[in-house]
């Protein structure tokens, strides 16, 4: 008996299929923290804020 209950129990405590909902939950994840990178990057103030980076780096003088 007790060696069927301690079988019973490694296979219950398995985690099999956890690591698909983990990758499902992080893929959610990146694609909100993809979605708002890219509001505050199309933002106006972000916008020419890296217009006036460029145009300054294009501008350069070497």
């Known amino acids: 008996m007790r060696g069927w209950l301690h079988g019973l129990s490694r ?3 398995k985690d099999s299929g956890m690591t698909t909902s983990e ?3 992080g893929t ?3 694609c ?3 979605a708002v990178l ?3 990057v199309t933002s ?3 916008s020419g804020a890296l217009q ?3 145009g300054k ?3 350069a003088q070497f």
């Open 44 to 46: 106006g103030a972000v």
């Open 57 to 59: 780096a294009l501008d």
């Open 23 to 25: 990758y499902a939950m």
């Open 52 to 54: 006036s980076v460029i």
């Open 11 to 13: 296979r219950m405590r």
């Open 32 to 34: 909100a923290f993809a």
């Open 28 to 30: 959610i994840a990146a």
């Open 38 to 40: 890219y509001k505050v």
